[in-house]
């Protein structure tokens, strides 16, 4: 198989509801030089890409390949997370990706960003997670109910990602691994209330990096 050259050209924000299939994920949106890196992706008219886009075509044998690996990492967020929601989704190059939503123990209290003890017992484990898999990228989403306006709501939002990612470096993460940290304040409301627990939350993704698509071209992808 002709190897593509692959580069990751900027930062994708992310929010995602619906899946893709393994077999299906092969194709790269927006393909060539042209491929769209940087642009806000919402939860938009079904719209369900994530993460960078790889500046080239990715074929459906690779992306199958990265659909089975993406499986197993799944599997494993699942079987060490045992307080999240584990979701298949999909990425900017419609490959298969993983999404976490955690339970109530990842949701803040009103106004705040510090984790609860319920939350760092659950990144402890999804911490390890992403060291064995360094070739996921991750993003990281924060989000705040409705009560306030954006000036307070998006920095708080911001920090609650950041507490996220910050915490999961103190348990070995590599911070080389999080592509994408943000906070879009009251965007996307899981609930539609103007207070709401559930909003107060912190989402997780895992997509394939330029070196899984290149391991997976190479046929070195377990």
């Not at 494993?76 to 045992?82: G, R, S």
């Amino acid at each position: 198989m002709k190897k593509i050259t692959l580069a990751t050209m900027g930062l994708c924000m992310l929010t995602i509801t619906s899946c893709g299939t393994s077999q299906g994920n092969g194709a790269l949106i927006g393909t060539g030089a042209g491929a769209a890196l940087g642009a806000i992706v919402g939860k938009i008219a079904g719209n369900t890409a994530v993460g960078a886009a790889i500046g080239g075509a990715v074929g459906a044998g690779t992306g199958a390949i990265i659909g089975r690996h993406m499986d197993k990492v799944k599997a494993e967020a699942a079987a060490k997370v045992q307080n999240a929601k584990v979701e298949e989704v999909t990425d900017a190059n419609g490959l298969k990706a993983v999404k976490l939503t955690f339970d109530s123990g990842l949701q803040f209290d009103l106004s705040k960003s510090t984790l609860r003890a319920a939350a760092k017992k659950d990144l402890a484990n999804f911490a390890t997670v992403l060291k064995n898999n360094t070739d996921c990228l991750v993003d990281i989403q924060g989000y705040t109910d409705a009560t306030g306006g954006d000036k307070i709501n998006v920095p708080l939002s911001q920090s609650r990602a950041q507490a996220v990612s910050s915490y999961l470096v103190s348990q070995g993460v590599s911070s080389n691994q999080f592509k994408n940290v943000a906070g879009y304040g009251s965007q996307n409301p899981v609930v539609d209330k103007t207070v709401a627990p559930e909003n107060r939350r912190v989402e997780v993704y895992l997509y394939a990096s330029p070196e899984m698509v290149q391991k997976a071209e190479n046929g070195t992808l377990k």
